[in-house]
């Protein structure tokens, strides 16, 4: 008894610290979405708290008077309309008796605390939507995302199915060369093929970024391959009898049993694509038209520095499309991540 | 013999077929640009006036190893970041796998999915939060640190996240925990594969927290803690998104965040020295390769394969 008790005192011990690390390592999205439906004004007072506060004011003959709490001499406090402001006495109208003479109150007004009301500026999130011609940069980033995707999960298929299931001289070779690539860092290859891409006229283009996935990528090979062996030879063989040729057994064969890679390969190449930022940065400098999301935030923070309330909104939007798919898809996921770290 | 050639040249040139799209693409995008990239190091480059271009031998090289402080800076800033960051991320990313992995955790799969979130949010968006987050002023760090112990954390004479020499290398570190998921799941996903025997063994000797975490989890998780260390390394050597969406590669504060592959960036596309700039890359690859054989080096002394005998 005493020892299933210490138990759940340490259960809920560990996972109230958790809980609170937890806190501190999203403390970051909370403080975008705080600071993303705030006005300038609001951010400024550095005592505004989660959601965002506007002073009130109540209408009084057609004036816009400020609401303060005014303590009044039976001890009680009241939210009264500041009518008059001296310095010594003050005149207060009552909201809910507009229509009584106005009260008049000792002391200096200005030691009255003001009644705020959440305000939150919704109208954040369509401006910097506008400003920053967010539908534009989401249709690039979308379409590299796609098209590249498409290209590195066909090729890194079928190159993985080589790797695979054939036996060729100089396999084992290939094959070492081929995981050796992941190792080798893009910048030594980076200016020959810039250059590469700048006599042939691709610069400007986004083709440097989308041709080169059609021709496989080591990272997608290897996890793929990984995968591959695991499905039995059995089902091949039955296909041959079958009368199916290598070709047929790839895509009815080896791609409907390989889907979980196939999905964690393409979600890791979008992902990839949605971040890439050394690529678009290069290749399609001088053409904001073909900018990605990735590139026009970066800008758009340089030209907007001081509008922290418009470069949170905007930062928050650019996270929709990658959240709603990793919540869609998670298991896929971190299935594909298990697969690649651990089998090396 | 003779009836299993035919299928093994059958086998040979559909092997040779499927893998044919990498063969072309190392050929074209890894194979041909290396070697142009040596041919490159001894020209002085301008691929907008290209009848300027003409060769210099090995003018690059000792500009680069003997003229220019800035190439040592890139690289002593990169390497002064690298002992900063990894070790703190690293061990970070350990104490999560162990704490999420741990059998007292409640509501375990929605502590998996909240701490791997992060790792989904796009770079550049999570650089700009972080960086309001740490702002001097307006950010909710310093007033967390102030109401929490006190210190005067806020204002221009707190602790200037962003802005001070001192703190830019933590500044970057927090900013890269965001992308620690993958780290995270794949060490948990190595302590799950390590045998309950041997800990149930240990139980039965007696043996503390300590032991068995000294004793067993560690040394079984070497492999993997090798296989980061090596990746963690490659990419830092590439150092480069977060300093230039902050600052544009000025090297704010006072030349901090010239890493040397913003150095690279700056040679070949800001100056258009791309003879130069392939020099730099061949020294960004050449130091990562040095370390990462020291890495290997050092590895039969500290790293376990529990599939291998001693």
Not at chain 1, 161 to 168: M, Q
Not at chain 2, 94 to 118: C, D, E, H, Q
């Amino acid at each position: 008894m005493v020892q299933s008790r210490t138990l759940i005192w340490k259960k809920w011990g560990l996972t109230a610290l958790v809980l609170a690390i937890l806190l501190v390592f999203l403390m970051p999205l909370f403080y975008g979405a705080s600071m993303s439906i705030k006005s300038k004004q609001q951010i400024a007072a550095l005592d505004s708290g989660l959601v965002p506060q506007s002073p009130a004011t109540y209408s009084y003959q057609g004036k816009a008077l400020p609401l303060v709490r005014v303590p009044l001499p039976d001890g009680s406090t009241r939210e009264l309309a500041l009518q008059t402001k001296r310095r010594t006495m003050s005149m207060f109208i009552d909201p809910v008796h507009p229509e009584a003479p106005a009260l008049e109150w000792q002391g200096n007004w200005r030691a009255l605390k003001p009644v705020t009301h959440a305000d939150p500026q919704w109208k954040n999130y369509p401006e910097s939507w506008n400003t920053i011609d967010f539908l534009k940069l989401l249709k690039n980033t979308a379409l590299y995302g796609l098209i590249s995707t498409i290209g590195t999960v066909f090729s890194s298929g079928l190159v993985a199915y080589g790797f695979a299931r054939f036996k060729f001289p100089g396999k084992n070779i290939l094959f070492v060369i081929l995981i050796a690539t992941i190792i080798l860092p893009p910048a030594v290859t980076l200016i020959p093929t810039y250059a590469f891409f700048f006599k042939i006229g691709w610069v400007g283009t986004w083709l440097p970024l989308m041709v080169p996935p059609f021709f496989a990528n080591a990272y997608n090979v290897f996890l793929m391959r990984q995968f591959i062996m695991g499905i039995p030879r059995e089902l091949d063989e039955a296909a041959k009898i079958d009368g199916a040729g290598p070709i047929r057994t790839f895509f009815q064969i080896i791609v409907p049993q390989a889907l979980p890679a196939v999905v964690a390969v393409g979600l890791f190449n979008f992902f990839y694509c949605w971040n890439d930022f050394f690529g678009p940065l290069i290749y399609l400098a001088g053409h904001p038209e073909l900018a990605p999301l990735s590139i026009g935030l970066t800008q758009f923070n340089n030209m907007y520095t001081s509008q922290t309330n418009l470069i949170q909104a905007a930062s928050l939007l650019a996270c929709v499309v990658p959240l709603v798919i990793f919540f869609a898809a998670q298991r896929f996921f971190i299935q594909g991540v298990v697969m690649t770290g651990v089998d090396k | 013999m003779k009836l299993k050639s035919p299928l093994r040249g059958w086998e040979t040139r559909w092997g040779l077929f499927f893998i044919a799209p990498w063969l072309i693409g190392f050929a074209v995008f890894y194979l041909a640009p290396m070697a142009a990239s040596i041919g490159f190091t001894t020209l002085h480059m301008d691929l907008a006036n290209p009848d300027r271009q003409h060769f210099v031998g090995a003018a690059n090289w000792i500009r680069a190893l003997t003229a220019d402080p800035e190439i040592y800076q890139g690289i002593g800033r990169t390497l002064l970041f690298t002992l900063v960051t990894l070790p703190v991320g690293f061990a970070f990313a350990l104490v999560m796998a162990l704490l999420l992995n741990s059998r007292l955790l409640l509501g375990t799969s929605w502590f998996r999915t909240l701490f791997y979130l992060p790792t989904m949010i796009p770079l550049v968006a999570g650089v700009l939060i972080w960086a309001g987050v740490l702002n001097e002023q307006t950010g909710w760090m310093n007033r967390l640190i102030q109401t929490a112990t006190g210190f005067h954390a806020v204002g221009v004479a707190g602790l200037r996240w962003m802005a001070d020499p001192a703190l830019i290398y933590f500044s970057y570190t927090l900013i890269g925990l965001w992308g620690l998921g993958n780290t995270i799941l794949v060490l948990m996903a190595g302590l799950q594969a390590i045998p309950t025997e041997l800990f149930e063994a240990a139980e039965i000797d007696g043996a503390s927290w300590t032991v068995r975490m000294t004793r067993i989890t560690l040394p079984m998780l070497t492999p993997i803690i090798f296989y980061n260390l090596v990746i963690g390394l490659i990419g830092l050597m590439q150092y480069f998104l977060v300093p230039f969406v902050l600052n544009g590669g000025s090297g704010f504060p006072d030349g901090w965040s010239n890493f040397i592959m913003i150095y690279f960036y700056k040679q070949s596309f800001d100056y258009n020295n791309m003879g130069y700039g392939s020099v730099i890359a061949w020294i960004i690859f050449f130091i990562g390769l040095l370390f990462t054989a020291l890495l290997f080096g050092t590895s039969r002394r500290w790293v376990f394969y529990a599939g291998e005998k001693e």
